[in-house]
């Protein structure tokens, strides 16, 4: 069943150049007055907390102005994650090429809205970590460290890339609207607006998932079911693997050394060398999947293919531009930038993943996807650095399908931009 607060997009990626220069200047105001309906907002929600206690149903006119702040969130979200270009309106009550659709009052469960702050502690830190991020302190007194959210560095990105081409690249446009949608699932269910609980698949996210067929494939095939002893003890079962992924480590990132003299030199890949990486990062895809309990069985030391049910698929080598083979670590900076803001909410989904399945025995499956969409972009990552491929990685939520076209290059590889 879909859920009640959905997000639309009728965004056309065209962005204006000196709008999004001073971006951050620019929604100064809309920051403070969202600060100051938030404080408005906030009161109104204790007074409608005891009134849908009391009566089972929120008040209408409370609701009715949640919904409406909701929306207006999305609005400057979307406006300061470069995810449209159109200035805001400040109430909330005018459509946006980034907009949300929310549910009509209607009854709740009295005991969900009791505990509702307490039941929304995992979607809070998974809200976090998709949006802004977070701090936290470290061992001493002056150290801290900061989780930068997904949605911080889709705005960096596209700042640069729409500086470049005046155009906000498809996947990191989808990336930031799977993190806007849940938040705005978060927020209508801390408000009362809805009593579903946000859904963290990204799959589910968006309406119009792009159809690719990328040479690096994620497939995943799992019933999630998990045990609860062996997901207990996971990281100590794993131990062996993380050893030997090291040791195998060593000698791969050697052949991609060799491989990059090759490419640069004779103009095409080694099969031999090509074979030899793919095998190791299908290795650590099942390590990785099985460590993030994206699988149950145990996986085997060879990395061989057909063998697990999180597989990594690659296609054959191809020949690729000796320029953007030479400078192949520097145009994947931005890369690994995004999978680093992944790899946040892939720790913080695999944390709430292990508790669930300790009470219920099964992977729940937003969280699920949202490791899977970490692990298929970290490795498509590492394949594009390690030479399998020219394929730029793709960021976004994305379904299996025809071949994708790359967008044409700027200052990237091709396809770089499409990201």
Known sequence: ?????????????ERTRVTVFFRLLLAIPHLVWLNLWGIAVFLV?????????????PWQTAHAFASRYVRYTVHVYAYIGLLADPYPTFGGN?????????PEPGPQSRWRVLFRLL???????????????????????????????????????GWFAILA????????????????????????????????????????????????????????????KRGRATTFFRL???????????????????????????????GRPSPGLHRFIATYLRYGTHVYAYVYLLAEPYPEFDGREGGYPIELSFAEPQRQDRLTVAFRLVLAIPAFVISTAYSGVAVVAV?????????????????????????????????????????????????????????????????????
């Not at 069943?1 to 990626?13: A, E």
């Not at 005018?94 to 929310?102: F, N, Q």
């Not at 076209?405 to 990201?419: G, K, T």
């Open 119 to 157: 039941l929304a502690i995992p979607a809070l830190l998974l809200g976090s970590v998709l949006a802004t991020g977070f701090w936290y302190r470290g061992d001493s007194a002056d150290s801290y460290y900061a989780i930068v959210g997904l949605l911080t560095i889709v705005a960096l990105l």
């Open 94 to 102: 005018v459509d946006y090429p980034v907009d949300v659709e929310l």
């Open 1 to 13: 069943m879909s859920h009640p607060v959905k997000l639309r997009l009728s965004d056309d990626l």
């Open 236 to 266: 100590l079962l794993a131990f062996p693997h993380f050893v030997w992924l090291a040791l195998w480590g060593i000698a791969a990132y050697g052949a991609a050394i060799a491989s990059w003299f090759v490419q640069v030199i004779a």
């Open 351 to 419: 944390v709430l993943g292990w508790f669930a399945v300790l009470v219920r025995g099964e992977m729940p499956l937003g969280l699920r996807n949202a490791i899977a969409l970490w692990l298929r972009y970290n490795q498509q990552t590492l394949g594009y650095v390690m030479l399998l491929t020219e394929r730029y990685p793709y960021s976004g939520p994305t379904t299996s399908g025809p071949a994708a076209e790359p967008e044409p290059p700027v200052f990237l590889p091709p396809d770089a931009l499409a990201m």
């Open 45 to 57: 929600t204790i007074l409608n907390w005891f009134a849908t206690l009391a009566t089972g149903t």
């Open 165 to 224: 081409r005046s155009r906000m690249p498809r996947g990191l446009r989808d990336a930031g609207a799977y993190a806007v949608s849940y938040n705005a699932q978060l927020y209508a269910y801390l408000l009362l607006v809805t009593d579903r609980y946000p859904n963290s698949d990204p799959l589910a996210a968006l309406h119009d998932l792009p159809a690719r067929q990328d040479p690096i494939r994620l497939d995943v095939e799992d019933d999630r």
